[in-house]
């Protein structure tokens, strides 16, 4: 006779199910923005009849990534379908997504990325040669940055150039995006105040997810949305962007236009702080440079 299993006694405890990654249903947010942000044709897709959805369908993304239709839209709609990382860079590609995006898709569902890690317990927060390699670098405005965009040292051609006095300001305050969002003088002082937002408003959204467990990440996210509309429509763009030189041009109060390249360097590889050094794009830009630290504040 074939062996017959017995059900579990009365009471016994189910099972538990296994969660989702936490990021899961941001993931399906984020798809689904690209989703809508793509037009078929740049992509090769035929359109017949009318269009009723904004942007690709889901049948195309399924057909632009080769997979199953109903299997995207669950991921989509966040449900727990665990992908693989193949999938889900096939789904990315398809969105056309940078490499970034690929990243920031890949830690939502909780699978390991190239990000740098997070510093340890033990890190030092400000090691006494950075403070030393700050003032060598004047007249070069330069700082100290985290991926929560905050402020962590910086030096006084910094200082000079933006206007501001680390030292007296409320730690909520020492925070880049915090200035860009609250600051009308920070605003006026950047040429294309709008582009500066969203792009770091995209670099904070690429920190959170790896530190999406941190209570003070969401405080801040929390302070952000609750009090900014540009950081809102910033952020439901679903842009993300890691750090990059970029070229800048700053009407300062007194010397007038200043055109800087942006440059960054990384101190350790498990540190998230990077050194941000400006310099001189043309040689009237390094004459307003030398004349800096000498201008009134």
């Known amino acids: 006779m074939p062996t017959t299993l017995n059900p579990p006694a009365t009471g016994s405890p189910a099972p538990a199910a296994v969660p989702p990654p936490a990021g899961i249903a941001q993931l399906g947010r984020f798809l689904r923005a ?75 569902a909780g699978l390991h990325t190239e990000a740098r890690l997070a510093p340890q317990p033990g890190d030092c927060p400000f090691p006494e040669g950075h403070g030393l390699l700050l003032r060598k670098l004047l007249p070069y405005p330069a700082l100290l940055q985290n991926s929560a965009l905050d402020i962590v040292a910086c030096n006084a051609a910094y200082e000079a150039l ?27 002082l950047l040429v294309r105040e709008a582009d500066t937002v969203q792009h770091l408003v995209a670099m904070f959204r690429a920190g959170s997810t790896r530190h999406a467990q941190d209570p003070a990440w969401q405080a801040r996210l929390d302070h952000f949305m609750a009090n900014s509309a540009a950081f809102r429509d910033a952020w439901e763009r679903y842009q993300v962007h890691s750090p990059e030189n970029r070229d800048k041009t700053f009407q300062h109060p007194t010397l007038g236009t200043i055109r800087l390249r942006q440059t960054n360097w990384w101190s350790a590889p498990r540190n998230d702080r990077r050194l941000m050094v400006y310099l001189p794009l043309t040689d009237e830009a390094a004459a307003a440079l030398d004349r800096l630290l000498a201008a009134p504040r």
């Not at 206007?163 to 920070?186: T, Y």
Request: net charge positive.
């Open 34 to 108: 690209r989703r809508e942000s793509l037009a078929a044709a740049p992509l090769g897709l035929a359109r017949y009849g009318r269009v009723r959805t904004p942007g690709l369908r889901r049948e195309e993304v399924a057909q632009l990534a080769g997979i199953g239709v109903t299997w995207y839209t669950k991921l989509e709609q966040g449900r727990d379908v665990r992908p693989s990382r193949q999938a889900l860079v096939a789904i990315a590609r398809a969105l056309q997504c940078s490499d970034d995006e690929v990243q920031h898709v890949l830690a939502l």
């Open 162 to 188: 933006m206007g501001i006095h680390l030292a007296q300001m409320a730690e909520v305050e020492r925070n880049c995006l915090h200035q860009a969002l609250f600051n009308p003088e920070w605003g006026r």
